[in-house]
């Protein structure tokens, strides 16, 4: 039996999220991607069952690195303000540091196996953030909200501002590069609008 290359792994795994970015789930394959890597597809299947497995774990993989980017130095036992700014910081920095992985992570979140690869990543973030929402009500810091409402209201306008910036423009064709000036502005319209 042929034994697992880690390098070999590395490149694969980083060559599979450029397939994918460039031509979404229509345009990969495993022959294309044994290709892109100059190795046998045999040689892929030492990795990986099939496609499918190797999309679900290269989903799992980012999933799991940017949910534990984004509870770096954060605590649900924050002050609402100071919390919610970490959660901005950690999820800029996740995303203009790895913009190719977070765009590949974006199209496998809304295939057909997006689902099951969040119920097997977020459980632990899924739950640091409850308890953050339910501690920042019960301080008062945050108006009782449905979660939908809070979620869109609260990382709406940076995911907006994050979109602007990797395509360059916002609006009107107007060319743009996220800064401090345009985050903190968000942020603390944000917050003013959450206050109770």
Not at 86 to 106: A, D, G
Not at 109 to 119: M, V, W
Not at 134 to 148: C, D, G, H, M, Y
Request: hydrophobic residues 40%.
């Amino acid at each position: 039996m042929r034994t697992r290359n880690a390098d070999k792994e590395k490149l694969v795994i980083e060559k599979a999220i450029e397939l994918i970015v460039s031509g979404g789930f229509e345009g990969f394959s495993m022959n294309k991607l044994a290709r892109l890597c100059n190795i046998s597809v045999a040689t892929l299947y030492i990795y990986y069952q099939h496609k499918d497995d190797l999309i679900k774990k290269i989903g799992s993989e980012i999933g799991t690195a940017f949910f534990a980017h984004t509870l770096k130095d954060f605590s649900a036992d924050m002050p609402f303000p100071q919390g919610l700014t970490k959660q901005w910081e950690n999820r800029i920095s996740f995303s203009l540091e790895n913009p190719k992985i977070v765009e590949c992570f974006e199209i496998i979140r809304h295939s057909p196996h997006g689902e099951q690869i969040l119920q097997t990543v977020v459980s632990p973030f899924k739950q640091t953030m409850a308890d953050f929402f339910t501690n920042a009500v019960s301080n008062k810091e945050l108006q009782p909200l449905p979660i939908e409402v809070f979620w869109s209201v609260a990382y709406g306008p940076l995911y907006s501002l994050l979109r602007f910036h990797s395509e360059g423009k916002s609006m009107g064709g107007k060319p743009f590069s996220l800064n401090d000036n345009y985050t903190n502005q968000a942020l603390q319209l944000v917050l003013k609008a959450l206050k109770p």
